[in-house]
């Protein structure tokens, strides 16, 4: 059975930092992009970053730019985002998914109707 399963979510203080993990089982994460994306109450799910299949390309949303790190260890199967000086405004739930697509990880990170799996989501809330 295909699955994305999040983790790492949970509650932080402005300022801090976490990490999620996006976890992949019944299917070879060597050849999809994996993106997270996130949606805030009342909002509407955004991109927020995105990587390719080797891991050589990588995109982030400008709100998170310089904040958040994406990577990837397809040896475990999981894809992580790093999440520092988290802001109140980055609370939201936060799904990975996976995309067989050959094209750029802007143009992913863009559209949810290119990517073909999707994890649950994790929540993520910063507040102090």
């Known amino acids: 059975q295909l699955q994305l399963v999040e983790s790492g979510g949970g509650l932080v203080q402005p300022g801090g930092s976490l990490r999620l993990s996006c976890a992949a089982s019944?299917?070879?994460?060597?050849?999809?992009?994996i993106g997270w994306f996130r949606q805030a109450p009342g909002k509407e799910r955004e991109g927020v970053s995105c990587i390719s299949s080797s891991g050589s390309s990588t995109y982030y949303a400008d709100s998170v730019k310089g904040r958040f790190t994406i990577s990837r260890d397809n040896a475990k199967k999981t894809v992580y985002l790093q999440m520092n000086s988290l802001k109140p405004e980055d609370t939201a739930v936060y799904y990975c998914a996976a995309g067989g697509r050959m094209i750029g990880m802007q143009a992913m990170c863009a559209r949810e109707s290119f990517w073909d799996y999707w994890g649950q989501g994790t929540q993520v809330t910063v507040s102090s």
């Open positions: 019944g299917f070879t994460l060597d050849y999809y992009a």
